[in-house]
């Protein structure tokens, strides 16, 4: 299986930094991506890691290390638009492009 | 324009009835799909769909069919509504690597 474990909730300041961990059982994937989804609304694409390493985009950076089975969504200088819930995918190397996502970890930002 | 567009919005059923949600995108990707989105907000995978070809069909009940008359729609039609149905689905589009794109969401709520 691809077990995928996020926290619930996270909350932080405007401004501030968060990290939001992805932790993972797999015996393989293509890549890791990292959704943003508002309230009521469509997830949307922030990132993709396929290696090992560091992908920064902005004020969002995403982590990768296969051997740990590990990954984090870096936000940093957080507005309040940034409340929403992140979603950690793994991309399924059997079947075309099936992402099997976490339940989301909700990032309130508070004033 | 918008890239993947889903129809309806809200649909509110009787339980028993028939309905269908459609699926459209015109971002010339090959691979649609269907995800259910539960009350805890899990994002499952129901169905793929690559060039008209149905690629992936999780454990879903059977009075879920989905039909793609051509690669850039995917519709969904529900037999004998169960209020277990509620929920929001979303169609996706994709192109290998770069992610999905998803539709604003049906919000399904059976009564």
């Known amino acids: 299986g691809q077990n995928i474990d996020q926290p619930t909730e996270m909350t932080a300041t405007e401004g501030a930094i968060v990290q939001i961990n992805c932790t993972y059982q797999?015996?393989?994937?293509?890549?890791l991506f990292w959704y943003q989804q508002h309230a009521g609304e469509a997830p949307t694409f922030l990132s993709y890691?396929?290696?090992?390493g560091l992908e920064e985009k902005g004020r969002f950076s995403s982590f990768l290390s296969r051997s740990k089975g590990y990954s984090y969504l870096l936000l940093k200088e957080l507005q309040m638009k940034d409340s929403a819930s992140y979603l950690c995918?793994?991309?399924?190397?059997?079947?075309?492009?099936?992402?099997?996502f976490g339940a989301g970890t909700q990032v309130v930002v508070t004033p | 324009d918008t890239a993947v567009s889903q129809t309806p919005k809200y649909l509110v059923t009787q339980m028993g009835n028939d309905k269908s949600i459609k699926c459209e995108q015109n971002?010339?990707?090959?691979?649609m799909y269907w995800y259910k989105q539960d009350s805890k907000k899990f994002l499952k995978i129901m169905f793929s769909?690559?060039?008209?070809?149905?690629?992936i069909n999780e454990t879903v009940p059977n009075r879920f069919s989905p039909k793609s008359p051509d690669k850039a729609h995917l519709n969904l039609h529900i037999n004998s509504l169960e209020l277990g149905d509620s929920a929001v689905y979303f169609c996706?589009?994709?192109?290998?690597?770069?992610?999905?794109?998803f539709g604003s969401g049906t919000r399904l709520t059976v009564v």
């Open positions: 890691n396929v290696l090992d």
């Open positions: 996706a589009s994709s192109r290998t690597n770069y992610g999905y794109t």
């Open positions: 995918a793994l991309e399924s190397v059997d079947s075309w492009g099936k992402l099997q």
């Open positions: 797999t015996s393989g994937f293509n890549g």
């Open positions: 971002l010339g990707h090959d691979t």
């Open positions: 769909y690559n060039n008209k070809e149905l690629i």
